[in-house]
């Protein structure tokens, strides 16, 4: 049985035997599938565990830098423009407006996203740092 730490709250772990690629699947398609079940991870979360997305929103730093590649991991969003933005911005879904949830979304993504996440012992060091 699983078990979850304080940090996580109930959230299960990845499975470490899931998220091996088997040699036979192509790069691409397993990165597809990573993405879809990513995309399911979100939807979960958003409308059943937001507890743990309020936590992880205040826990995230930094900001969106608008380049669009979180509106593009698994479909392309019907409401992003050629310039990268998203015409829905004000009435988009709950899945986009906490994008990413946690660190493990930033993995996903192509680019390096505006948005980050520091461990409680990274911010002990900053904290005790004198730069």
Known sequence: MIQPSDKMKGIAPPNAAFA????????????????????????????FRQDYVARMKAARRGECRQCGACCDLTFHCPFLTAE?????????PVTCRTFP????DLKLTQVPCGHYYVSHEEERVRANSTG
């Open 101 to 104: 949830i946690d660190a493990a």
């Open 20 to 47: 091996r690629r088997p040699e036979a699947a192509p790069e691409r398609a397993w990165r597809w599938l990573l993405r879809l079940a990513g995309q399911f991870r979100r939807q979960y979360l958003s409308r």
């Open 84 to 92: 990268c933005r998203c015409n829905s911005y004000e009435k988009r």
